[in-house]
């Protein structure tokens, strides 16, 4: 499923259909896949449009980020326009990808299908969580890249389709971590706390970090919080312990990543589990 970088460029550069060839195609590093993310560099002061919808947030350095939702289908058409008006288009195949399908039975109804009474702390619920995601910073806090933020087998994966008692839901977004409750949740990349909420209907005890360029991080289904909104949080330090508040059959951390609107999959900014289990092993 990873594609090379290089033949991501390659590629790029035969599909582009260039209106100006002065400036530099910008360069990326990610991957162009359903639930993808790609991190990319253009030129101070160009404006960056995918498939003509504005990327709200650009460094004052050019750096800036898209992501693929999961069922995104290519070609991508980004655009750059240039601080002297100028502009280029460029085009991006998508690599397909399959998901899995999980069910989970024996949740207590009224968790699968909300009381009409509860529904309006739902819509509350997603109103913060929406307005939690609207700041925009541009500090470099993904100088470092990403780590994991907690390590335990992986119980949970990005885009599979659960079934809830035998009725389809929407898909997963997150990957969970199968680990005790209490277990230490820290920061996978430097960021700023956007929403620490104590507990809401289907995630619990939720906390959001914005790691800038539109880039969010959602931690669910805590059983404690130990950041405040407003924190600046370095990677590796502690924010949070596991629990199973909310919607959770058993005490896990669901790790979400936003980019924009964009729900993409986490799992692709870290290496795999086993080898950051090997790391921890020998470094204990």
């Not at 991501?8 to 590093?29: D, F, N, R």
């Not at 070609?75 to 690599?95: M, N, Q, V, W």
Request: glycine share 10%.
């Amino acid at each position: 499923m990873r594609l090379a970088f290089k033949t991501i460029i390659a590629a790029a550069s035969l599909l582009g259909a260039s209106i100006t060839a002065q400036a530099a195609e910008p360069t990326y590093k990610g991957q162009f896949v359903q639930g993808g993310i790609v991190f990319g560099q253009t030129a101070a002061g160009d404006a960056i449009f995918l498939d003509d919808e504005a990327i709200d947030t650009i460094a004052p350095d050019g750096r800036f980020i898209i992501g693929f939702p999961r069922d995104y289908e290519g070609p991508a058409k980004l655009t750059i326009r240039h601080s002297d008006g100028s502009t280029e288009e460029f085009a991006y195949d998508i690599g397909d990808r399959a998901f899995d399908i999980q069910r989970i039975d024996g949740l207590p109804k009224k968790m699968v299908t909300p009381d009409p009474e509860v529904m309006n702390r739902i819509k509350d619920d997603n109103r913060q969580a929406r307005e939690a995601r609207v700041e925009r910073f541009t500090e470099n806090f993904l100088e470092n890249g990403f780590i994991w933020p907690a390590i335990g087998p992986i119980s949970g994966v990005y885009g599979s389709q659960r079934i809830l008692n035998g009725e389809p839901r929407s898909p997963h977004w997150g990957v969970d971590i199968a680990v005790p409750t209490g277990t230490p949740v820290v920061a996978p990349a430097d960021g700023i706390v956007t929403l620490a909420h104590p507990d809401m209907y289907f995630s619990g005890a939720t906390l959001f970090l914005d790691h800038g360029l539109g880039m969010v991080s959602a931690f669910l289904h805590l059983a404690e919080i130990d950041v405040k909104v407003g924190d600046v949080v370095r990677q590796g330090d502690v924010i949070a312990k596991v629990g199973a508040s909310g919607r959770a059959t058993g005490p896990h951390l669901d790790w979400r990543i936003n980019v924009g609107a964009a729900r993409v999959d986490a799992q692709l900014l870290v290496p795999p589990m086993e080898e950051a289990q090997k790391a921890a092993n020998a470094n204990n």
